[in-house]
Each structure stands twice: as structure tokens, then as C-alpha cells.
């Protein structure tokens, strides 16, 4: 199974790799497809190398929307299911207006789960401080 994992730029690496773990652990897919940005996709890469499991990266073509959406798009052909890793929203200014909430702060994998969905993956989210 390939599992993509994508999420905040921001997360920093203990933030995450718990719950990187424990989807690696509970999934055991046979490789991780990321975006490789920083953040989630680059922790998410490190845990799986860590695990032997195998990955895919796509890269960006360009340095902008059209660029960083087409990669995403790629992501989620590549992969059976997505799991998307968040920010918990610490104050009331923080908004994800891909899901309409101030339960997490937006991020490029917000949009890459709604299109993912669309397209009738398995799709989570996951909220983490």
C-alpha cells in the first residue's frame, strides 16, 4: 500500500514523528509518498527510511501555485490513502480556510486532502500541538 503523509511546513520534528510512528506502525505500508517540503513531507521521509520502508518524492517543478499544486496532484495518484498532519490552532487568529475551521492552521496539505477526497482516497487528519 502507499500511504502519502503530507502536512505543515512548520512542524518541527518532535512535534510529529510520534504520530509518524504510530501511522507507520498501524498502516505498514510498502512506501511513503511525500512532496518533500519541509516540515511533515520531511519527517515523514526520514521516519520511513528509519522503518526500511521504501519512498517516493515529488518535487515541485516550479517555485509557485501552479508548480506546488501539480506536485500534490502527482501525490495523490501516486498514493492509496493520505493522511494530512496539522497544527492545533494555539489562539483564535489561526484559520484553515481549506476546511473552514480555527481547529488547525491552514496548510498546503489541507488542500492537497480536500482534492485527494475528491478523487475517493482514504483520506485523515491528523491535529497535533
Known sequence: ???AIVGSSKMKYQQCVGELQKIINEEKPDMIVSGGAEGVD??????????????????????????YKDRN???????DRLYNIVIKSQTDDQ?????????HERSGGCWTEIKAREQGKIVKTIEVL
Open 1 to 3: 500500500m502507499k500511504l
Open 42 to 67: 520531511s519527517h515523514a521521509v526520514l521516519v520511513a527510511k528509519l522503518n526500511e520502508i521504501k519512498t517516493n518524492v515529488f518535487q515541485p517543478k516550479t517555485k509557485d501555485w501552479e508548480g
Open 73 to 79: 496532484l502527482e501525490i495523490i495518484k501516486e498514493c
Open 95 to 103: 484559520y484553515c480556510y481549506h476546511h473552514n475551521t480555527k481547529q
